[in-house]
């Protein structure tokens, strides 16, 4: 069972940044693709961003220009660069391999975007 760490959250104000961290425990972790989601109480977890194996990457419109996703395969680890929040960016962070299939999900990091 392939485990995921999410962190590097934490309260910062409008226009701050944060840099999200997700560590995977699979060894074949450079073969897949992966993204970032985030969910708000009540609401469905939505994709925020995907990498692909070979390094395309891809944005919620949300976020475009914002935040930058990327890969450490030394490492298994994935980031999210999260640059000019808003408010609206309030969630909880996931990471996991982009839909449909998914391994099980971590705890997730929140990121709370208030003055």
């Known amino acids: 069972q392939v485990q995921l760490v999410e962190s590097g959250g934490g309260l910062v104000q409008p226009g701050g940044s944060l840099r999200l961290s997700c560590a995977a425990s699979?060894?074949?972790?450079?073969?897949?693709?992966m993204a970032w989601y985030r969910q708000t109480p009540g609401k469905q977890r939505n994709l925020v961003a995907t990498?692909?194996?070979?390094?395309?990457?891809s944005y919620t419109d949300s976020v475009k220009g914002r935040f930058t996703i990327s890969r450490d395969n030394a490492h298994n680890t994935i980031y999210l660069q999260m640059n000019g929040l808003k408010p609206e960016d309030t969630a909880v962070y996931y990471c996991?391999?982009?839909?449909?299939?998914?391994w099980g999900w971590g705890q997730g990091t929140q990121v709370t975007v208030s003055s």
């Open positions: 996991n391999r982009p839909p449909p299939l998914y």
């Open positions: 990498i692909r194996a070979d390094g395309i990457t």
């Open positions: 699979e060894s074949f972790f450079s073969t897949y693709d």
